[in-house]
């Protein structure tokens, strides 16, 4: 039986078999309306809760924006220095910090956020949250719903069945990895949708045989392939075989209309570079160069030393094997990608077809894509902290177009349908289960690294010695000045105030065995006169990382063991005895000097209950360890909270002021 033509459809799909036969039109294109109604409800639904500043991937490129938008510059020196803006991806060129984001895409996301701006009176920092969310419907949303029109009127043409038609359209629109990232900012779902009109232009320069091609076709498969390469660099194969297809089929019409529509987006992204760093070449270009390889005021750039997967520890073949069906896998993460590979496969048998050379096309820049990333570990890794393979995402619209071929065989065996659903189903809840913040890791990373079978995590810091106080050191000398260090301390609600430690001999013992550390405590103008606690210490048991109650002595007779038990508190920072355990290194600003000091983070917790008609509450201290100043610690922070409610009841922080010896000089690494 030959297929028959349907009105509502301009052709059967040229890779059907001719057995199948389309049923319903009027149903299918209500049903395609809905589909992408619902799509469109729900996707925005998920982007107006969505939290603004997920990741320092989108944070960089905000930075851009409200430093355009506010100061008419690149440069993202000021708005990175405010609360939960900084970035880790940035590069420091001519004294001043630039994103490493290619400069288009921040150049107009900026216009439409100054539109946005002056419509509503709203800014970036006082109104973050519903303006970022009406740039994103602009930016993400409103280009993803036109693709998957575009997608209707691509499955018009290539599908043969209302079953593929509503399924392809379907898995476009819930079933990729686009979905969660619609959710912030960032270039691959806008080059995922330029990838879809330039395959719906290029679908009807190939197929339109017979009849004379509109130009219209060729602006825009030019115009969006070229716009793909802008957020996308490896586009430009796609953009190099669209356009040797084109000039096959009309040689006139490619360069008069595709040539200067490709060349529209290519010439901004070069003039918008040149504007933005003096350079045509887009910044992360540089990478591995002191641009991004850097020290300022005492804090290195992040990499110097890149952390967890950031590391690049796997071989070129696990690599591969993650990318293809491991913990950020193509295959693994939307296994309905595979039907793909079953569609090239039907391509290569049968090659009379006319779209035969757009799966090609899909089916040869995919291979080539995964190989140049797999050349290029050293800083697009699997994508970093992301939910998928970032830079594959643009590759989505091929496989689509691969899978429909096979879509349209598998109807009529129960078995397939079975298997085809199930894929169908891990890959929506692979796109569905990140989408309140797409900069996590997959569900399948997560889920092998809970059983062990993988581990990016940094190997883990150890202190030098046993912690078990709050401050990590003596000083060495006593004499003839005594050694000091001052803090600020600070509480919610409360006057600040200084506390001084300072080591002195004690007149019992005037040698180095034994030492008194003299805390003084002065509550400011209207606070409590100056209080004085005097500390014994043996020298050598806290610097072999003895407990305190092993290196606390009390030569006063008179002493109570309340006023023990409160020195003991003191030097630990917390009710009882609990060893500290390492956490990060920091980088912390103080008044000392303009270098930032680095540190060793450490944290210990306990839960306490004074005595049993009172409830028992959390006490944490986390210490900033510093070899650079007196007493080894450049700040402290204590907490207490409720273990049921998570509430703090008290929360105080110190942090260095002055102190003796001075601070040396910085050193850079």
């Not at 959710?183 to 009849?211: C, G, K």
């Not at 669209?242 to 901004?268: C, E, K, N």
């Not at 900033?624 to 922080?653: M, N």
Request: overall charge neutral; glycine content about 4%; charged content about 15%.
């Amino acid at each position: 039986m030959t297929l028959q033509a349907v009105p509502e459809y301009r052709s059967p799909s040229p890779f059907a078999d001719k057995s199948d036969t389309l049923a319903s039109p009027r149903f299918c294109r209500t049903a395609q309306l809905l589909i992408v109604l619902i799509s469109v409800v729900l996707h925005g639904v998920f982007l107006s809760k969505a939290t603004p500043l997920q990741s320092a991937n989108d944070r960089s490129r905000w930075c851009t924006v409200w430093s355009l938008v506010e100061r008419g510059t690149f440069q993202i020196d000021e708005i990175r220095q405010r609360k939960g803006w900084d970035t880790i991806d940035l590069v420091h060129v001519d004294e001043h910090f630039y994103s490493t984001k290619p400069p288009l895409l921040t150049s107009l996301v900026a216009g439409i956020t100054w539109s946005l701006q002056r419509l509503t009176g709203w800014n970036l920092l006082d109104d973050l949250q519903p303006l970022t969310f009406l740039v994103l419907v602009i930016v993400n949303l409103v280009p993803f719903t036109v693709s998957l029109l575009a997608w209707i009127a691509i499955l018009d043409r290539i599908a043969a069945r209302t079953e593929t038609r509503l399924a392809s359209l379907a898995l476009a629109a819930f079933g990729t990895l686009l979905t969660p990232f619609l959710m912030t900012l960032n270039n691959h779902t806008i080059a995922a949708a330029a990838t879809t009109f330039a395959i719906y232009a290029l679908m009807r320069i190939l197929s339109d045989e017979n009849r004379p091609l509109p130009n219209w076709l060729f602006l825009v498969c030019g115009f969006a392939s070229s716009a793909a390469v802008t957020n996308e660099l490896p586009a430009a194969l796609f953009l190099v075989m669209g356009l040797v297809l084109a000039f096959r089929r009309s040689a006139h019409q490619t360069l008069a209309y595709f040539v200067p529509a490709a060349a529209i987006p290519l010439l901004a992204l070069v003039a918008v570079n040149v504007i933005a760093t003096g350079s045509w070449k887009p910044v992360y270009a540089d990478y591995g160069t002191d641009k991004y390889r850097f020290v300022i005021d005492g804090i290195p750039s992040y990499w110097l030393q890149p952390q967890g997967i950031d590391r690049n520890l796997d071989s070129t073949w696990a690599y591969l094997l993650h990318c293809t069906i491991g913990h950020h896998g193509i295959f693994s993460l939307t296994p309905i990608a595979i039907l793909a590979l079953i569609g090239w496969i039907l391509r290569a048998r049968d090659r009379d077809r006319p779209l035969s050379p757009l799966l090609g096309v899909g089916a040869i820049v995919s291979v080539v894509v995964l190989a140049f990333y797999l050349t290029r570990t050293q800083n697009y890794n699997y994508g970093g902290v992301s939910c998928g393979l970032r830079w594959a995402l643009w590759l989505t619209p091929f496989w689509l177009v691969a899978i429909v071929p096979a879509l349209d065989r598998c109807w009529n065996s129960r078995v397939a349908t079975g298997l085809v659903t199930g894929l169908a189903m891990v890959s929506m809840y692979s796109a569905w289960q990140p989408i309140e913040n797409p900069w996590r890791q997959p569900w399948l990373f997560q889920w092998m690294e809970s059983r062990g079978w993988i581990d990016y995590s940094n190997p883990p810091l150890k202190l030098e010695k046993p912690l078990w106080t709050w401050f990590a050191s003596l000083p060495d000398a006593v004499e003839p000045e005594p050694a000091w260090i001052e803090f600020d301390v600070a509480q919610p609600g409360s006057e600040s105030r200084r506390v001084r430690l300072t080591l002195r001999p004690t007149q019992n013992s005037p040698t180095s065995e034994r030492v008194m550390l003299e805390v003084k405590e002065n509550g400011g103008v209207t606070g409590p006169p100056e209080r004085l606690r005097n500390i014994e210490i043996l020298v050598e048991p806290f610097r072999r990382g003895e407990p305190p109650a092993d290196f606390l002595t009390w030569s006063d007779p008179n002493v109570t063991p309340a006023q023990q038990q409160a020195d003991l508190s003191f030097v630990r920072g917390l009710p009882r005895k609990v060893p500290y355990q390492a956490r990060t290194v920091r980088y912390l600003r103080t008044p000392l000097r303009v270098e930032a000091l680095k540190c060793q983070q450490a944290t210990a917790h306990v839960t306490f209950r004074p005595s049993d008609d009172q409830p028992a509450m959390n006490h944490r201290c986390d210490v900033w360890l510093s070899d650079d100043v007196p007493f080894g610690v450049a700040q402290v922070e204590f907490h207490i909270s409720d273990p049921a409610t998570a509430a703090v009841l008290f929360h105080e922080r110190w942090i260095v002021h002055d102190c003796w010896p001075k601070v040396r000089p910085f050193e850079k690494p």
